[in-house]
């Protein structure tokens, strides 16, 4: 072939320059492409060899091979693939933009199996001058009677071809690269890379060092291979140690047969798992499969809680697997990492239009070979099917988790208090999702059982009173009866609620003694949570355990029958804590040991939550006020008795503020000046008593 001179067939004079600079953000994006390519370029070539239009070498190995060299700057990429002729070269480089990959498989539509071409052979190579001043081309094609082919060009759009003197088939790149990039001839840079982008691309890649010394290993003579290239033969006598018998004589005991052993030159390790486990039937893998391949890709050596393999073939090709973590939420970021492939090739980490925003809070990886990327892979097109695949994913991933709900109750149950902030967050960000599940979500109760929804709603629990005996009692309390002249009663169901168990422990046990449940609402998600069920769901409210009295807990009274006890210790107290504003109720519990207790609005103490929540750093959440709060005192309790029979007393202010900063803690904690004042008050009234 004559030597070829001529200028790169663009559409547009200034395209060079973009792809160059802007087509990839992450400059080492190239190793990804011409990887790829070379993939391609095997792949291409086996699909021939099964159509019978080409006969693979009996010895053949697919591989590509990747050397560094840091004295030349260069690197070089080796595939054993079709290679290329001088008119596929001018057709497939020089023409930019024509993709090789969609020319072959138009060809061979109807021949070829199911195996993808993974590489657009063309664009993808020009990300090699992203970091290289030139780069040359090697390249010998499989059909017969085909010459060598070398073509180089120095960034410009200028390039030049001519016969070459590559003798294998297939295609040698070597990048010559310019000062700003020369990190990338680094072995141990190569390696990061290659790690990164390819570790499960279908081809077997090896690394390697220009002119490094040979590295060597021992192996058992026994388990030679024909490709072993042995440098010596090593013969190990057997070993004996002496050692004492039954009879106690000492004798001679062989520890150690004799073993014949090759020192040979040390065997070329793959970098990349041509068959990853997402690619094989759910039948094929092992449970410690699946976590052995968690603890390689994530680098978390905390076992998963469990996993769900994704497998789909219709409408689009779909495989992955998506873990579920064990999450210490007090240390631990609460983000995952959904690794994105496109045929073995990684994509990106997290791609919010293909996984859903919830999700992203699980690890694992999802190969969808037809996504519809653009040429540099970082972006996605065709909105409507990126979201059917979106869909999908969140559709199984809701199956796992109420069959798991439905068939394994017991590991489900177990799992709970670990995967309650993912199915939860899902349910905030997904109305198709919180639908699947609303039956399935559990609540642990104040007994450490778990309910579902329509259990707190529907069923009777069976609990005991303070003396042992069986009592029937609703989960939901039902409201009072309202006069004709009020506003229209609440009819809502209320779901009682628990945030903190120790700080609410005064609470809790009034109602598991009145044979009451409440549930456990402790994670910083559940106030949106149930903000959200009550909006979706009419027939019930969530109501925390200390916002009310519930009737259960005091004895049945005339409307007005405390009206003069309610007066009267509103006075007392209002004056000792000096608080004009403070709301006094009296009850009379049917425990006559509890003096006084706190109830908080339910909405106002939500709201102040809300905004204490999606407030900004540093801001003074003085600024939103406090809960508005009722002290419940409780008239068949002697120590009220004894402040209402006598108010003008000394000592009832004191009495009077220990019984408002009993039920605060009870409540919530007290500020540092209110504790100090608490400790200070308690030591007079003990001095008191002990005069």
């Not at 029979?645 to 409540?667: C, G, H, M, R, W």
Request: aromatic content about 10%; overall charge negative.
């Amino acid at each position: 072939m004559s030597n070829k001179k001529g200028s790169l067939s663009i559409t547009s004079e200034n395209i060079f320059p973009v792809i160059k600079k802007w087509l990839y953000s992450d400059h080492d994006i190239f190793y990804r492409e011409l990887i790829s390519n070379g993939c391609d370029a095997i792949t291409k070539l086996k699909k021939l060899d099964m159509m019978g239009e080409y006969s693979l070498p009996l010895d053949y190995k697919a591989k590509i091979q990747v050397i560094v060299s840091p004295e030349d700057k260069t690197l070089t990429f080796i595939d054993n693939g079709l290679g290329m002729t001088a008119e596929e070269v001018d057709e497939y480089i020089n023409q930019i933009a024509f993709s090789g990959a969609t020319d072959f498989l138009e060809k061979y539509k109807d021949k070829a199996d199911s195996d993808q071409i993974i590489g657009h052979f063309g664009l993808g190579f020009y990300s090699a001058f992203m970091v290289a001043d030139e780069v040359h081309i090697d390249t010998l094609s499989y059909k017969d009677g085909a010459t060598a082919v070398h073509w180089e060009c120095d960034g410009g759009t200028e390039f030049e071809m001519g016969d070459g003197d590559w003798d294998s088939v297939g295609t040698k790149i070597t990048l010559f690269l310019n000062e700003d990039c020369l990190e990338f001839a680094n072995e141990y840079r190569a390696r990061e890379v290659i790690e990164k982008y390819c570790s499960f691309m279908p081809t077997e890649i090896y690394l390697s060092k220009k002119d490094a010394p040979e590295e060597y290993e021992t192996i058992d003579a026994a388990d030679k291979r024909d490709t072993d290239k042995v440098i010596e033969e090593i013969h190990e006598e057997a070993k004996f140690e002496e050692k004492e018998n039954e009879n106690g004589e000492k004798e001679q005991v062989e520890v150690s047969p004799a073993k014949d052993k090759l020192k040979i030159v040390k065997r070329p390790v793959p970098l990349n798992e041509t068959q990853p486990l997402w690619t094989k039937s759910p039948s094929e893998c092992t449970e410690e499969d699946y976590k052995k391949f968690y603890r390689d890709v994530f680098r978390d050596y905390k076992e998963p809680l469990f996993w769900i393999h994704l497998n789909m073939d219709y409408p689009f090709n779909l495989k992955g697997i998506l873990y579920f973590p064990k999450i210490n939420t007090e240390y631990d970021s609460i983000e995952g990492t959904i690794k994105l492939y496109n045929n073995q090739v990684f994509i990106a980490d997290n791609i919010k239009e293909v996984i859903p925003e919830f999700l992203m809070l699980l690890k694992g990886v999802i190969d969808c070979p037809d996504l519809p990327l653009n040429v540099s892979r970082s972006a996605l097109q065709n909105d409507g099917f990126v979201t059917k695949i979106s869909e999908y994913i969140t559709k199984k991933v809701a199956d796992k988790l109420t069959g798991m709900c439905k068939t394994e109750k017991e590991s489900y149950e177990k799992y709970w208090d670990d995967i309650a902030p993912f199915i939860k967050f899902g349910c905030l960000k997904d109305n198709k999702f919180c639908d699947k599940m609303n039956d399935y979500i559990l609540f642990k109760d104040i007994n450490d059982a778990y309910i579902t929804l329509p259990e707190l709603l529907v069923k009777e629990e069976k609990a005991t009173d303070e003396n042992g005996d069986k009592v029937e009692a609703e989960v939901v309390d039902e409201t009072k009866d309202a006069d004709a002249n009020k506003e229209p009663e609440d009819t809502r169901k209320t779901v009682y609620y628990v945030t903190d168990l120790q700080q609410q422990s005064q609470y809790v046990n009034m109602f598991k003694e009145q044979g009451q449940n409440a549930v456990i609402l402790d994670h910083a998600i559940d106030t949106s949570f149930i903000t959200q069920l009550e909006q979706r769901n009419e027939n019930y409210k969530f109501c925390r355990i200390d916002a009310d009295v519930t009737d259960t807990m005091v004895e049945e009274t005339a409307e007005d029958e405390l009206k003069s006890e309610t007066e009267t210790l509103t006075e007392v107290f209002r004056k000792a804590l000096n608080n004009e504003g403070l709301d006094v109720k009296v009850e009379k519990f049917k425990n006559k040991d509890l003096s006084s207790m706190l109830t908080v609005s339910e909405e106002s103490r939500r709201m102040q939550d809300m905004m204490k929540m999606y407030a900004m750093g540093g801001m003074d959440m003085g600024m939103f006020g406090s809960a508005s709060e009722t002290l419940v005192l409780n008239a068949n309790n002697d120590l009220v008795q004894y402040i209402l029979n006598n108010k003008d007393s000394e000592n009832v202010p004191t009495f009077a503020a220990q019984l408002y900063d009993l039920a605060k803690i009870a409540n919530a904690p007290l500020s540092p000046e209110a504790m100090t004042e608490f400790v200070a008050r308690s030591n007079k009234i003990m001095m008191l008593l002990a005069k």
